[in-house]
């Protein structure tokens, strides 16, 4: 099993980006705790970051293209603006599912809209690094019970 995990704007400043909203803990400990769970769960974990919509947009059509079961995707302040990104989750059958490390819904009004979230499996908030692992979990039972 080939997930794909893929990260947008900011994320690579975890840990000097407002540490009490996202943690102390960077992208590379991100990375880290990834590589460990995927050898875990016995499955391939596939990271991405980058902090340009299209890029990100073409992420989505490699993990199609490529034959990956699933796709977490953080896509950060573009979750709450990017029709692209939403259009690229909607465009692919590939499952997806949208975590944010802090829960949006206690944030700015504004961080409470998501428009990529409609088109994924569904949407894990607040739980800091410990929701891309839900992620992985939620889309390992989705793939082995559903697909
Ligand atoms: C975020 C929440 C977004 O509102 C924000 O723009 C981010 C990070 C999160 O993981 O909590 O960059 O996606």
Same mark, same amino acid.
Do not use: W
């Given at each position: 099993?080939?997930?794909?995990?893929?990260?947008?704007?900011?994320?690579?400043?975890?840990?000097?980006?407002?540490?009490?909203? @996202?943690?102390?803990?960077?992208?590379?400990?991100?990375?880290?705790?990834?590589?460990?769970?995927?050898?875990?769960?016995?499955?391939?974990?596939?990271?991405?970051?980058?902090?340009?919509?299209?890029?990100?947009?073409?992420?989505?059509?490699?993990? @199609?293209?490529?034959?990956?079961?699933?796709?977490?995707?953080?896509?950060?302040?573009?979750?709450?603006?990017?029709?692209?990104?939403?259009?690229?989750?909607?465009?692919?059958?590939?499952?997806?599912?949208?975590?944010?490390?802090?829960?949006?819904?206690?944030?700015?009004?504004?961080?409470?809209?998501? @428009?990529?979230?409609?088109?994924?499996?569904?949407?894990?908030?607040?739980?800091?690094?410990?929701?891309?692992?839900?992620?992985?979990?939620?889309?390992?039972?989705?793939?082995?019970?559903?697909?």
């Amino acid at each position: 099993m080939k997930i794909m995990v893929i990260n947008g704007p900011n994320i690579d400043m975890l840990g000097i980006r407002e540490p009490d909203i @996202y943690g102390e803990n960077t992208y590379a400990n991100l990375l880290e705790m990834l590589k460990k769970y995927a050898e875990e769960k016995n499955i391939d974990i596939v990271p991405f970051q980058s902090n340009i919509e299209g890029e990100i947009v073409n992420a989505i059509h490699t993990a @199609y293209f490529d034959g990956f079961d699933g796709i977490v995707i953080n896509p950060a302040a573009y979750t709450h603006y990017s029709i692209a990104i939403a259009d690229a989750i909607k465009a692919v059958d590939t499952p997806c599912v949208e975590v944010h490390l802090s829960n949006i819904s206690a944030r700015d009004e504004f961080r409470k809209i998501s @428009y990529t979230a409609q088109n994924c499996v569904g949407q894990i908030a607040g739980f800091g690094f410990f929701g891309y692992k839900m992620a992985v979990d939620a889309l390992i039972d989705r793939i082995k019970n559903y697909e």
